[in-house]
């Protein structure tokens, strides 16, 4: 043989054992952020959800006093800190906050008295609130697996409050045979707290919400997830500051809120556009 016929050999020999090694996998780039956030807007989306009222227009023609939401434009922003390697915890952590910014109107028909005989009239007054979530992921799969490894461990409810609010929820209580006498304060709702400490409701069982707001002049709806779509109740006073409403649970498993609407005395009397004095609270619950 001669010295080039081997070193050819020798090249080709090279080649075939390289062709028959498996390659190792390549991924494409997936950011921590980009994961999380895509878990939030589809996996989970019915979690992160903060449009959890009826805003179905009422029948106005034999009410005194009626009022409803418009809500036409949404803007949502998702703050996720990080926190890897060197910190206190473990193992990776993101500490998030869902921020929905709704804007419509509050539409108010009303008696005017000062007519006479007293006219019916309506009011549109400019609405603009902010809706607020809380949760904490952590990570404990390799980049390889389904977004990367990240999973929910910690949710809080939907605060939802106007501009300017000074209403107050001092304690909401869930009563059901399968959770018993669930109470939470306004501030635990709006906490983020373990995914496993979410209240667990039987398909179609009845639940009692009563709610302890700051002042009993308040209005107080409840909008619950009803056989078809959201649906509102006006909860009726037990005492002061006190209101209860009664709903089912749905028959299909999943999570859902049950919504706790408070708003001012003033918001639904005054005719000056500027008096729009809101705040709601979301629970989440879940049923399997």
Request: aromatic share 10%.
């Amino acid at each position: 043989m001669t010295k080039r016929f081997l070193v050819c050999l020798t090249l080709v020999s090279i080649s075939l054992a390289l062709s028959g090694c498996p390659k190792k996998p390549t991924f494409p780039f997936y950011p921590d952020r980009d994961a999380i956030v895509d878990m939030i807007t589809e996996d989970i989306a019915d979690v992160f959800n903060t449009q959890i009222i009826d805003l179905a227009v009422p029948d106005t023609t034999s009410l005194s006093t009626a009022y409803w939401r418009e809500i036409d434009r949404v803007g949502r922003r998702i703050a996720i800190s990080f926190f890897y390697e060197g910190t206190p915890h473990e193992i990776p952590l993101a500490e998030v906050a869902v921020l929905d910014s709704m804007f419509g109107y509050f539409h108010l028909v009303i008696e005017d008295t000062s007519y006479t005989p007293p006219a019916r009239v309506r009011v549109k007054k400019p609405l603009k609130e902010l809706a607020t979530i809380r949760a904490k992921f952590e990570k404990w799969g390799e980049d390889k697996d389904p977004r990367k490894g990240w999973i929910l461990t910690d949710i809080s409810g939907v605060e939802i409050h106007s501009e300017v609010s000074s209403r107050h929820l001092s304690s909401a209580t869930l009563q059901a045979l399968s959770v018993g006498q669930l109470t939470l304060t306004g501030s635990q709702i709006r906490s983020a707290r373990s995914i496993n400490e979410v209240p667990e409701l039987s398909f179609g069982e009845s639940v009692n919400l009563n709610a302890t707001c700051g002042d009993s002049a308040d209005i107080v709806f409840m909008h619950y997830d009803g056989s078809e779509d959201l649906t509102k109740q006006e909860m009726y006073p037990l005492g002061e500051e006190t209101f209860r409403g009664s709903f089912s649970a749905p028959q299909s498993a999943g999570y859902y809120h049950v919504t706790v609407d408070i708003i001012s005395l003033s918001t639904v009397t005054s005719q000056d556009t500027t008096v729009y004095d809101s705040r709601r609270w979301g629970i989440l619950y879940k049923v399997d």
